[in-house]
């Protein structure tokens, strides 16, 4: 199943890429909706307790999101926009195809 237009991943040979915006020094770590940016695409919303220093946040997301979808915490890796509110993470598994529905069907 191709990804929706509205989806935040996009599918590589042998990974997924994940978009995210991520939210800082939330009250609650939590994962949210998929919204559009200016340009259409697709990026998952992500609040975090931690701070935005020294990589702190980073952790942070990559710990919630492993967590929440059962997924080792090396799989997953940012790969752009380690500074910036939005990131692009890479999620490295054998079959992405299987994890893309398995993904979408748990944030859908």
Known sequence: MPPS????FARQPDRLQLRVRVTPRA??????AVVADEAGEGWL????TAVPEDGKAN???IALLAKRW????????VVRGATDRRKTLDIADPDPVALLARLEALIG
């Open 5 to 8: 237009a509205l989806s935040p």
């Open 27 to 32: 009250s609650a770590e939590r994962i949210g």
């Open 45 to 48: 919303q992500v609040a975090v």
């Open 59 to 61: 952790k942070a997301v």
């Open 70 to 77: 059962k997924l080792p915490k090396s799989s997953l890796e």
